[in-house]
């Protein structure tokens, strides 16, 4: 039990890392505050920890929309006092494209969500944060730190958030807010089910096994990530345990990222 009823905000909440996210945080003692778009999902996951004796709010806000997070934050207040803790998982892929090639709507989009929606959500709760000394985890990509072959506006965004991170961190310290940003390889997620959708299954086997046509490394652990070693990681960082870690990129990739 890392967490005495501390409140934390997690966007993207209702997803397959996110809801991870949050039955690992509830039962570790956080009272959880699930921020999602489906407001149905958002139910379900709530009702999920509550059934389970948790305590566990729902909101459905657009991470994109500073004011829907702001009234959001608010309920989160109003239910449970300030916020202690925040976690970013709010975020969307793109589908492949070379770079010269990819429609500028898409590419735009992938950074509103990843990007921006990742600055609004801090932003919101920035106040909150610095009157507990509380803590961020943002959700970047092992990706952050290398390129992937037709991927670039994912890349892009995910170097952002991670350098946007280290900005937090930085500009936060005075306060006693830590910020650090969680990097996972391939995480069996809805996100990987829609990559094999749209892109075909060999993309798994890209992805497992590595492919020089798309110059991709493989995974050395030889599986993919399961959406609670994620969780396990955020409620590490996010925990006294991590009192003295901020601004760093955490890479949870079964060793993708010491490959390049």
């Known amino acids: ?3 005495s009823s501390e409140p934390v905000l997690i966007t993207g909440g209702s997803g397959g890392m ?3 996210m949050a039955r690992r945080l509830a039962s570790s003692g956080a009272r959880v505050v699930v921020c999602d778009l489906d407001q149905d999902a958002v139910q379900r996951v709530t009702g999920e920890l509550t059934d389970a004796g948790h305590e566990a709010l729902g909101v459905s806000a657009d991470t994109c929309d500073e004011q829907q997070m702001l009234a959001a934050v608010d309920q989160a207040e109003q239910a ?6 925040l976690v970013t998982a709010a975020g969307i892929r793109q589908p492949a494209a070379p770079f010269h090639q990819i ?8 950074h509103r969500v990843n990007v921006m929606g990742t600055l609004i959500a801090i932003r919101a709760c920035r106040p909150h944060l610095v009157r507990t000394h509380g803590a961020i985890v943002t959700v970047a990509s092992v990706t952050a730190n290398a390129a ?4 670039s506006a994912y890349c892009v965004s ?6 946007l991170t280290r900005q937090v ?22 996100m990987i089910e829609e990559a094999v959708r749209t892109d075909g299954p060999q993309v798994l086997e890209d992805k497992l096994r ?3 046509e798309a110059f991709r490394p493989g995974i050395p652990l030889g599986r993919l990530s399961e959406p609670e070693e994620q969780a396990a990681t955020a409620e590490f960082l996010l925990s006294p345990d991590a009192s003295f870690i901020t601004g760093a990129a955490i890479y949870v990739d079964g060793g993708v990222s010491m490959l390049g």
């Open 1 to 3: 039990m890392r967490f």
């Open 80 to 85: 449970f006092g300030p916020l202690y803790g």
């Open 103 to 110: 429609d500028l709507d898409t590419w735009d989009r992938v």
């Open 148 to 151: 992937r072959m037709n991927q």
């Open 18 to 20: 996110g809801a991870a």
């Open 169 to 190: 961190a930085l500009e936060l310290a005075a306060d006693g807010v830590r910020a650090n940003a969680l990097c996972p390889g391939v995480t069996r997620t809805p």
């Open 210 to 212: 590595g492919s020089l």
């Open 158 to 163: 995910k170097a952002a958030v991670l350098h």
